[in-house]
């Protein structure tokens, strides 16, 4: 590639960094340019997103219809998974996927509520609410 | 305390801390392509059952870590890396490290590290960047994506730090100890090793997912997603594909560090010349 090709698409990191890339100069050496963004890499990021919105989407229903717990919604708000959540509340995976019943969160205590809240960076009565900050 | 360091950007975390850390210490000849060889950072791998962000996993380069151990290890330069289980001890060690003059890399998560746009904040825990100072209660930081130096409070360093899911950094910090000069020699060396680890990891691991028979075999499964997984998912998929090489420092500038028309490079453009 050489270094006037190099992609100025301007993108969400374009904003705040530009990335370098390597590109060749005028006598076909190699040397780095300053990129500001690419749409094929953009277009990727927002397919992402999207699918992201959807499954947000999709819990948030579920939540509705006392098919799951509202920690679901937080957790796909958040974009972890059961590893990562029970990674940063402490619990083990068989209990988050335990909390994540309706029944069952129902029951659980003030402090392992606050727990969770916590992690989500969100307060107990939002999970209630379902408010997304 | 400031330690005195020059900010470089480069196309891959990896890479760029480790040019940085060993421009530190003296090592003036280190470049990022030159790291990148020496580290044989050069790999591919598609695991189909493995899923990361609810997508097929794919690896563009080795593990993280490995091109900063191995490029140390050829240049004969001794590396000190410590995890930790207490964020306390973590945070006094990282401050002894700075005291003593000594610039860290990091270990990190990206979804909490607070200079990133929210696009691109994911859990992924194997970014890496520069601690290289503190001043009025915030550290300064060196992250090779950023154009310029940015600065974290303690707790946010302390959550990025701390990140968990796969891969979690527990804290980690490594930096390299200076020793003897590095020759022109130990370089070239450096380099042969290199190509032929690299060629290995391309051309020998048996199986179809790794190396160039990963490649073709990814080609081959690319095709039929469309038929298999359904127009939207296999566009997400894709997605995923395109993500992992060009974003989220798997890939990136790799490719386009690595794989030049040799016609327009000539070996002494990298190579220190020399006996």
Redesign the interface.
């Known amino acids: 590639m050489k270094k006037e090709e190099v992609p100025q698409d301007l993108g969400s990191l374009g904003k705040i960094t530009k990335e370098l890339c390597y590109a060749t100069d005028d006598s076909g050496k190699y040397t780095t340019e300053l990129s500001q963004g690419w749409e094929v890499k953009a277009g990727a990021l927002d397919v992402a997103w999207q699918d992201i919105e959807e499954r947000i989407a999709a819990a948030r229903e579920k939540v509705l219809r006392q098919e799951a717990s509202p920690l679901l919604y937080f957790m796909e708000l958040k974009l972890m998974d059961i590893g990562v959540l029970a990674g940063y509340t402490g619990f083990w995976k068989w209990q988050v996927r335990r909390h994540l019943r309706p029944g069952v969160f129902k029951k659980l205590s003030a402090r392992k509520l606050r727990r969770y809240a916590e992690v989500f960076d969100v307060s107990v009565n939002d999970f209630y609410t379902l408010t997304r900050t | 305390m400031k330690i005195d360091f020059a900010h470089i ?3 891959h975390c990896e890479n760029g801390v480790t040019v940085s850390l060993l421009k530190n210490i003296g090592v003036e000849k280190i470049t990022e ?1 030159l790291a990148f060889g020496i580290g044989s950072g050069l790999f591919f791998v598609y695991i189909p059952l493995l899923k990361v ?2 997508g097929p996993a794919f690896a563009f380069r080795t593990m993280p870590g490995l091109i900063f151990k191995r490029t140390c290890h050829a240049l004969g330069i001794a590396v000190r890396r410590k995890k930790f289980r207490s964020k306390k001890k973590a945070r006094e060690f990282l401050e002894e490290c700075l005291d003593s003059g000594h610039v860290v890399g990091c270990q990190v998560g990206v ?1 909490y590290l607070p ?9 992924f825990n194997a970014h890496n960047l520069i601690v290289f100072g503190k001043e009025e209660g915030r550290y300064l930081i060196s992250d090779p ?4 130096p940015e600065t974290m409070s303690d707790y946010e360093l302390e959550r990025v730090r701390f990140a ?3 891969l ?1 950094p527990r804290g980690q910090v490594y930096y390299p100890v200076a020793g003897r000069p590095i020759s022109d020699g130990m370089i070239q060396k450096g380099i042969k090793n290199g190509i032929t680890r690299n060629i290995r990891d391309m051309l020998h691991i048996p199986g179809p997912i790794a190396g160039v028979k990963g490649i073709r075999y990814t080609g081959q499964r690319i095709k039929k997603w469309r038929d298999s997984l359904g127009v939207k998912k296999a ?2 998929y ?3 594909l ?2 992992m090489q ?2 989220i420092g798997t890939g ?2 790799e490719g ?2 690595i794989f ?1 028309p040799p ?4 070996p002494t ?1 990298i190579i220190p010349t020399g006996s």
């Open positions: 950007q480069a196309a392509p962000n609810n979804y200079y990133f746009p929210k696009e691109y904040r994911f859990h994506i950023m154009e310029k968990r899911g796969v979690s566009g997400l894709l997605a995923q395109v993500r060009e974003e990136g500038g386009s560090v030049m016609s327009c490079r000539k453009d």
